[in-house]
């Protein structure tokens, strides 16, 4: 009960602060997304073809999940909008999520954030193997992710580093401790596949 709460309060912050850093748009930002299917006589279709809103969940930038899978191998399904299924930040058991982020300019607030904000976010399922974080955006996850710069620029803070990334660039973060914060002062937008893993 204790850890509920505690993620409720982490995650009613992060809320509070995305309004304030501007999030507070009368329409959330969009991603048009299009997903294939195989129809009744054996063709490749578009099941669904629309705009996904990217909208502020967890943290003060907008995201939105383009697809979840709960199995490996991953199987097939021909109806259901598995954009919808509910997860948090880590995808199911053996599942990946595919995810897109609209970074937004880091303020003086996301900076003073308690330090363990996002890692409280992670939960219990973040690796035990780490150092403790340095920054309130600051977390790993029990994933291998890729991550590709789609938009803009931010910086990847890591223990005792940080790498600044810019629109055609690629990560994979391998369960690390890692913080993103736009600095560049415009939105940046990064596409994440987050894979379910071994403990590190």
């Known amino acids: 009960m204790k850890r509920i709460m505690a993620l409720s309060v982490a995650a009613a912050?992060?809320?509070?602060?995305?309004y304030a850093a501007g999030q507070?748009?009368?329409?959330?930002?969009?991603?048009?997304?299009?997903?294939?299917?195989?129809?009744?006589?054996?063709?490749?279709?578009?099941?669904f073809d629309s705009a996904v809103p990217l909208e502020s969940l967890r943290s003060p930038n907008p995201a939105g999940d383009m697809w979840v899978t709960q199995a490996f191998p991953a199987d097939f399904n021909w109806s259901e909008d598995r954009g919808k299924i509910k997860v948090g930040l880590h995808p199911p058991p053996n599942g990946t999520i595919f995810r897109i982020v609209d970074f937004v300019p880091t303020t003086e607030k996301i900076d003073k954030m308690p330090i363990d904000t996002m890692m409280k976010v992670a939960g219990d399922n973040a690796p035990k193997r780490g150092l403790?974080?340095?920054?309130?955006?600051?977390?790993?996850t029990r994933t291998v992710d890729?991550?590709?710069?789609?938009?803009?620029?931010?910086?990847m803070m890591l223990d005792d580093s940080t790498v600044?990334?810019?629109?055609?660039?690629?990560?994979?973060?391998?369960?690390?401790?890692?913080?993103?914060?736009?600095?560049?002062?415009?939105?940046?937008?990064?596409?994440?596949?987050?894979?379910?893993?071994?403990?590190?």
């Open 24 to 47: 507070e748009k009368a329409a959330p930002p969009t991603v048009h997304r299009v997903v294939t299917t195989i129809d009744k006589d054996g063709k490749a279709v578009a099941l």
């Open 132 to 140: 403790p974080p340095k920054h309130s955006m600051m977390h790993r």
């Open 146 to 155: 890729y991550a590709i710069i789609m938009s803009g620029e931010i910086d």
């Open 164 to 200: 600044h990334l810019k629109a055609g660039d690629v990560v994979v973060q391998q369960a690390t401790n890692h913080a993103w914060i736009n600095r560049s002062g415009a939105p940046c937008r990064v596409a994440f596949i987050l894979m379910d893993s071994q403990e590190p």
């Open 13 to 18: 912050a992060l809320l509070a602060v995305g």
